[in-house]
């Protein structure tokens, strides 16, 4: 979608990427690591530095106490994170459950390793997790369960009451959960980010993997995390050595300096993204799309059903071509799409964008 718009000329809500700068501090930090000296390997698992702020941030997000030297993994970007956490863990024959809509890399990623995704359908119109469907589904052959929250595409997060039951779930199996909370600092109406760091029984049994693409604007860094106990750490390390080893140097320290110095950036940001959510809400009152405010993420869903009862990825298609915003089309992060017309927008731009991407809808 993003090449179509950009074939049209049309204003880009569908991928997910602001069209705003990272903070002029931390692109000051980078510029000075590339001018004095800091360009060449860094260890593996990530520079020292930012393991340790990482480990901090944890800590004061989450309360929970993580060893930097063992404990955490920087990534080139969250996808490869995510990549290397099933590759590592999911063998020949397991089974994999994931929940549609799902994020568009997991099930290749598990068909590579031998393994078979399970897709669950979340429940609608909330898109909340079904857990005596889940429950059912369990076999001996489950080997992993993928969580998403704040979810992609759908901005549901998981509550507090949704860790215990999957705590309970999973208790007495050997299953290890990946954790993909690569917006775990988008979470809006004053909720707080279910992390399964905040719980220690979660944690023992989790790869968590987050972004500093996401948290600091700058997706086109691919630079994330994986944290994990070391008995899950040595073998998702003992996969990514060999897919990519590590990440550049200078923008590694920039970022360490960056989380120690500026923790209010990822402290503020769910007033920061609540605030664009709330302006491109109402900027749609007077369309024909119908809207519930997202709970976390940059995404927001809305329905076109009023407007037209073509497919998803026709009325996205036509949107583009003919009127000139871009989206994504829900359904394609199905296995077996629902009978819907949803349709994803990315309000992560900046207010000139968003406003002029709303009086084009607005006279849809």
């Not at 705590?167 to 993909?180: A, C, G, P």
């Not at 049994?205 to 948290?215: C, Q, Y």
């Not at 491109?280 to 009023?306: C, H, M, N, V, W």
Request: charged letters at 20%.
């Amino acid at each position: 979608m993003s090449q179509l718009a950009l074939e049209h000329g049309a204003i880009n809500l569908s991928q997910g990427f602001p069209d705003f700068s990272p903070p002029a501090m931390l692109l000051d930090r980078v510029n000075h690591y590339l001018r004095s000296g800091h360009n060449q390997y860094a260890p593996m698992s990530g520079t020292p530095a930012l393991r340790e702020a990482v480990a901090r941030k944890i800590s004061l997000s989450y309360g929970k106490d993580v060893n930097a030297e063992t404990d955490i993994t920087i990534t080139s970007g969250a996808t490869t994170a995510l990549f290397c956490a099933i590759e590592a863990f999911v063998h020949p024959g397991d089974e994999v459950i994931v929940f549609d809509p799902a994020y568009d890399s997991y099930e290749p990623a598990i068909v590579l390793a031998g393994g078979k995704a399970v897709h669950l359908p979340l429940t609608t119109p909330g898109f909340s997790i079904d857990w005596n469907l889940v429950e059912k589904m369990i076999t001996p052959q489950t080997s992993m369960i993928i969580i998403n929250s704040p979810h992609n595409p759908t901005g549901a997060v998981l509550s507090a009451a949704d860790i215990q039951s999957l705590r309970e779930i999973v208790r007495d199996t050997r299953i290890i959960l990946l954790s993909d909370e690569v917006y775990e600092h988008m979470v809006f109406n004053g909720a707080r980010h279910e992390s399964l760091l905040r719980d220690d029984g979660l944690a023992a049994r989790s790869l968590v993997v987050s972004s500093f693409g996401k948290t600091f604007h700058a997706t086109g860094w691919k630079v994330g995390y994986c944290v994990a106990p070391p008995q899950l750490m040595k073998g998702f390390q003992e996969i990514y050595q060999f897919v990519q080893f590590c990440v550049v140097t200078p923008i590694q320290l920039a970022l360490a300096d960056f989380l120690v110095d500026h923790p209010e950036h990822y402290m503020e940001l769910p007033d920061f993204y609540s605030r664009k959510r709330d302006k491109f809400a109402k900027l749609l009152e007077e369309s024909r799309f119908r809207i519930t405010p997202s709970s976390g993420t940059y995404f927001q869903l809305a329905d076109y059903s009023e407007i037209s009862d073509a497919s998803d990825t026709e009325f996205t298609r036509w949107m583009t071509v003919e009127k000139g915003v871009a989206a994504i089309p829900i359904s394609v992060f199905y296995e077996s799409p629902p009978q819907q017309q949803l349709i994803r927008f990315c309000f992560a731009k900046n207010d000139d964008t968003l406003e002029k991407a709303a009086k084009i809808l607005c006279k849809i």
